[in-house]
């Protein structure tokens, strides 16, 4: 994607060049840490250059957040085909393997998100949705989760559960598997589903 | 407590007194908005004594954050008595009381400590710590939970999810009731901790 860095490529090829090459280094990088100087390093390009294409480093931030997310929904894709538990774990897999791999950057993001950068958390605000809101796109018949108000809302916090699974076992893993963890994340979810029925 | 403000007492009484009145201010307020003019002016006291008491503004905050962790541990302290699960639910409704009333409080805390700032992520985890581990102690036999590093991987899962579906609640209820959210609360501990036998 970035052998031929002395092609000429359009202003949009370019941004998005640029683009890719910042989701790469927030990968291991805070956003704190993803300056527009290591950026301009990187490419090989002048700083001037950079603001002319993203205006300024907080936006430069949201475009990369926002390219950063749209892989990892893309990356998470659940197959078509399949038991609806296969296809959970298929999605479940590629996001702990996304986590791993972009570990300081997700992170960053969480903070951010989380700390109140606003546009950041609107950036991650509409992935989760989109994450979630993909668990009953993807399952018409209700098969793992019934599309009720109950549902959405226990979706959400199973979501919430996820990503501090998967975060505290990057920190500390337990002797926990990878294998086992994705066990415990796939099976929670018709578990946490299942109280509906029995919940008061 | 705050009834007789004339009366004489000792500088660690008038401490206490002034921790009860910043806890009670930040029920319906964000850390941003609990200056030390607003304190100042609701105790009937000077800045300049304000300060001798608690050195700045960030030690008064981590000072009332903490008095306010002390509450919520001691409020949610569950019953010595009773079935396992009606022992959670006591606790249970006592946290999802708590969060609700001190709602702007609570949520600028978890963003505060999520945002970087290290003392108060420090009294944060220190008191979901004491939340979590409780559910260990007060099950010696393990009815609810065993005492595994898996399980207390998904307790603090759980504890993630209780806060997400709490605070989102708060925010829109969806028309699930303080009862409905109360019975997927407690019944999804079990729920989770249950995927330990039959995840892979």
């Known amino acids: 994607m970035t052998t031929a860095p002395r092609t000429r490529l359009s202003p949009a090829e370019r941004r998005e060049q640029l683009l890719d090459l910042g989701v790469r280094l927030l990968a291991h990088r805070s956003l704190d840490e993803l300056s527009i100087d290591l950026l301009a390093e990187e490419a090989g390009i002048s700083r001037g250059l950079l603001y002319h294409y993203f205006g300024s480093k907080q936006a430069f931030h949201e475009a990369v957040v926002r390219h950063a997310a749209d892989d990892l929904i893309a990356q998470t894709t659940p197959p078509t085909d399949g038991e609806p538990l296969e296809r959970l774990r298929t999605s479940v897999t590629a996001y702990v ?36 809101g993909r668990l009953f796109h993807g399952d018409d018949a209700g098969e793992i989760v019934p599309d009720t108000p109950a549902a959405r809302l226990l979706v959400q916090g199973w979501s919430a559960m996820t990503e501090e699974l998967v975060l505290s076992w990057i920190d500390d893993s337990r002797g926990v598997t990878r294998e086992e963890l994705l066990g415990l994340v796939v099976a929670s979810l018709p578990a946490v589903v299942g109280v509906l029925g029995t919940g008061r």
Chains 1, 2 share one sequence.
């Open 97 to 132: 393997d996304y986590v791993v791999a972009n570990h300081e950057g997700y992170v960053s993001l969480v903070k951010a998100a989380a700390g109140g950068n606003e546009s950041l958390r609107a950036i991650y605000e509409d992935a989760r949705s989109a994450l979630n």
